[in-house]
């Protein structure tokens, strides 16, 4: 693996967790990133990485899909069940097919890689994913009785709490965001998947996994479909 002469040192002190097996990489990336100023943990099997995560506070966790014990996308699905707030998380793999960065993706990986890559795009993808968790840490989006912590992803709509997955819980935030102005699919699709595009049959699924959460249990609905524009929260 080639190390990166160029030097991206930042005066804030983050916290990594590394779930790797291969000890070379994760050795090489001890030696970069540490180099850099950051603090580093290691866990060299999925079980081990779920434990560490859930006790100790990660400002990002690099995890590698190929793992002993429980593989990257169910530590990632754990982590997003289990932790009290959104932990970013960067994935790893040696496999490069959309369909694996999109199972990634649909777990709650923030971002992705793939092997073999420079330690210097790693850990510039690091620090930008912990800096900007940091500066979203405290925000609080509210729009009527619609509330969305964006840390600790807790949704709440008239004083009920609200259980979302991922995607539909990015769209969510993405509308309020925006609001009022209407979100088309392509937008969506852009801002969740980047330029790893799903098929809008994936898109229409998560949409409807959002109104069914938001919608369905209260009298009125506040996700609208604007025709030939895109969605947009009725809330005033």
């Given at each position: 693996m080639d190390i990166q002469l160029?030097?991206?040192?930042?005066?804030?002190?983050?916290?990594?967790?590394?779930?790797?097996?291969?000890i070379e990489i994760s050795r090489n990336i001890a030696e970069y990133f540490e180099s850099q100023g950051l603090i580093l943990d290691f866990a060299y099997d999925g079980k081990q990485g779920v434990d560490l995560a859930l006790k100790h506070y990660y400002d990002c966790i690099?995890?590698?899909?190929?793992?002993p014990e429980l593989d990257g996308l169910a530590v990632c699905e754990a982590?997003?069940?289990?932790?009290?707030?959104?932990?970013?998380?960067?994935?790893?793999?040696?496999?490069?097919?959309?369909?694996?960065?999109?199972?990634?993706?649909?777990?709650?990986?923030?971002?992705?890689?793939?092997?073999?890559?420079?330690?210097?795009e790693l850990f510039v993808r690091c620090l930008a994913l912990a800096?900007?968790?940091?500066?979203?840490?405290?925000?609080?989006?509210?729009?009527?009785?619609?509330?969305?912590?964006?840390?600790?992803?807790?949704?709440?709509?008239?004083?009920?709490?609200?259980?979302?997955?991922?995607?539909?819980?990015?769209?969510?935030q993405l509308l309020m965001e925006h609001h009022p102005r209407p979100l088309s699919r392509s937008e969506l699709s852009d801002k969740?998947?980047?330029?790893?595009?799903?098929?809008s049959d994936a898109l229409r699924s998560h949409v409807y996994q959002l109104r069914k959460a938001i919608d369905k249990p209260f009298e009125k609905a506040v996700i609208k479909t604007i025709h030939s524009v895109g969605l947009a929260l009725d809330i005033v």
């Amino acid at each position: 693996m080639d190390i990166q002469l160029a030097s991206h040192k930042t005066d804030m002190q983050f916290k990594v967790l590394v779930v790797e097996d291969n000890i070379e990489i994760s050795r090489n990336i001890a030696e970069y990133f540490e180099s850099q100023g950051l603090i580093l943990d290691f866990a060299y099997d999925g079980k081990q990485g779920v434990d560490l995560a859930l006790k100790h506070y990660y400002d990002c966790i690099i995890l590698d899909i190929m793992l002993p014990e429980l593989d990257g996308l169910a530590v990632c699905e754990a982590l997003r069940a289990k932790a009290n707030r959104h932990i970013p998380i960067i994935m790893l793999t040696a496999r490069d097919a959309l369909d694996d960065k999109l199972a990634g993706f649909s777990t709650g990986a923030d971002d992705y890689l793939t092997k073999p890559f420079a330690l210097e795009e790693l850990f510039v993808r690091c620090l930008a994913l912990a800096k900007r968790h940091l500066l979203n840490s405290d925000k609080t989006l509210q729009l009527g009785d619609l509330s969305l912590n964006v840390q600790t992803q807790h949704v709440e709509r008239a004083g009920q709490q609200i259980t979302l997955q991922p995607i539909p819980l990015k769209i969510l935030q993405l509308l309020m965001e925006h609001h009022p102005r209407p979100l088309s699919r392509s937008e969506l699709s852009d801002k969740i998947w980047g330029d790893e595009p799903t098929d809008s049959d994936a898109l229409r699924s998560h949409v409807y996994q959002l109104r069914k959460a938001i919608d369905k249990p209260f009298e009125k609905a506040v996700i609208k479909t604007i025709h030939s524009v895109g969605l947009a929260l009725d809330i005033v």
